[in-house]
Structures are given as structure tokens and as C-alpha cells.
């Protein structure tokens, strides 16, 4: 089984365009912008609509946290102890990073060979 993914975005604009990723206030300036030009999609959207987004976004992060992240803490936390000490600033050796897998086996299955 063949998967694809699509973005979609304004010609004009580019890919990848996050509002999300922006302070507040610079974010809600470009969406003002936006919304006042009325040339793309975007610009029907409603005066609250970052905060709205923003409200999701956070509920989506709490949630994710509070399934997944949460649960497998807690499988390593009984099954190894504590971690002991965490090589924050870089100065123990290259060793500084967090790795995240998100997975589901009902995807993974169409990958697999039987």
C-alpha cells in the first residue's frame, strides 16, 4: 500500500509557513496583514484564530504528553530507576539529545512483509 502526504500552501507564499513558530505579537501582525490584503485563503479566517490555534495546539501537546509521553516515562522510570544525571550544557561528551519515536503498529503492518 502506497501512503502520501500533501501540504498545501499559497503559490505566492511558499511551503512551510508557520505562524505557529512566531512570538505572539509578530504572528498576529502577519495574520492582521493577512487577513486585510484578502488575496489568499488565509485571509478568511476569524480575528481569533491564532489564539483558537493556539488553544488547540496546547491541548494537543497536554495530550500527547499525557498518553504517550507519560506512560513510557514511567515503563523506563520501573524498569531502570531514575536517570541519574542529564548532560544539559554538552560538557559530558557529545551525548545531548532527546530521541522521540511515535509509531503505530497498524501503520507499521502495511510496511511489513507477512
Not at 19 to 46: C, H, M, V, W, Y
Request: aromatic share 12%; hydrophobic share 35%; proline share 4%.
Amino acid at each position: 500500500m502506497k501512503l502520501n502526504m500533501y501540504h498545501y500552501f499559497d503559490k505566492d507564499i511558499g511551503p512551510f509557513k508557520n505562524l505557529s513558530k512566531l512570538p505572539k505579537d509578530e504572528a498576529e501582525k502577519i495574520s492582521n496583514q493577512i487577513r486585510l490584503d484578502g488575496t489568499s485563503f488565509a485571509s478568511q479566517r476569524s480575528k481569533d484564530y491564532l489564539t483558537i490555534r493556539r488553544e488547540l495546539e496546547s491541548l494537543a501537546r497536554e495530550q500527547f504528553v499525557s498518553i504517550y509521553v507519560k506512560e513510557e516515562v514511567m515503563e523506563l522510570i520501573e524498569r531502570y530507576g531514575f536517570p541519574q544525571e542529564w548532560n544539559r550544557n554538552g560538557d559530558k561528551g557529545p551525548e545531548r539529545y532527546i530521541e522521540v519515536q511515535i509509531w503505530d503498529v497498524e501503520v507499521i503492518k502495511r510496511f511489513l512483509s507477512e
